[in-house]
């Protein structure tokens, strides 16, 4: 198992950072790498290609004009969440780049990096088991977390 994220650019760094630390957090190996789909296309697609034989999961983080994640999902067989890091520079509105893609380009997006990696984790537990306890484990710690803070009202 394991997660590829595929970044735009280098000042998507910290944010991968966070969607790799919580995805390890799964216990799933994590792989970051640099690519643009409108400057480097033929980079992309060796990534995919170098990555698509195992067991894995596209992590795809582009702001503004995000044409990496539809490229990376037509060119893969392999699951892709688009995880745009917010941008208070377009109001948010770059987001749509993530939203609108072409018939037959379907990458799932997801938002904030614990969500990303949450999702990550879900594909995997489709068929593992340890995986599916993990994730189970994981909403169960969360509904905790509400419990408690309901009672520290009280």
Not at 62 to 72: D, K, P, T
């Given at each position: 198992m394991k997660a590829v994220i595929i970044m735009g650019s280098k000042s998507d760094l910290d944010y991968c950072k966070k969607i790799a630390e919580k995805i390890t957090q799964f216990g799933i190996e994590c792989v970051l790498r640099v690519a643009s789909a409108h400057k480097t296309p033929e980079k992309v697609l060796e990534i995919i290609r170098e990555h698509e034989k195992d067991d894995v999961v596209f992590v795809t983080v582009?702001?503004?004009?995000?044409?990496?994640?539809?490229?990376?999902d037509a060119n893969t067989h392999k699951p892709v969440i688009a995880s745009p890091p917010y941008s208070d520079k377009f109001g948010g509105a770059d987001i749509f780049?993530?939203?609108?893609?072409?018939?037959?380009?379907?990458?799932?997006?997801?938002?904030?990096?614990?969500?990303?990696?949450l999702a990550?984790?879900?594909?995997?537990?489709?068929?593992?088991?340890m995986m599916r306890e993990k994730v189970i484990q994981f909403q169960e710690e969360k509904r905790?977390?509400?419990?408690?803070?309901?009672?520290?009202?009280?």
């Open positions: 582009a702001g503004r004009s995000n044409a990496l994640s539809g490229f990376v780049s993530s939203i609108r893609m072409p018939s037959g380009v379907a990458p799932m997006l997801v938002l904030e990096a614990e969500n990303t990696a990550v984790a879900k594909i995997f537990a489709m068929k593992n088991e905790e977390e509400i419990y408690k803070a309901d009672d520290e009202m009280r």
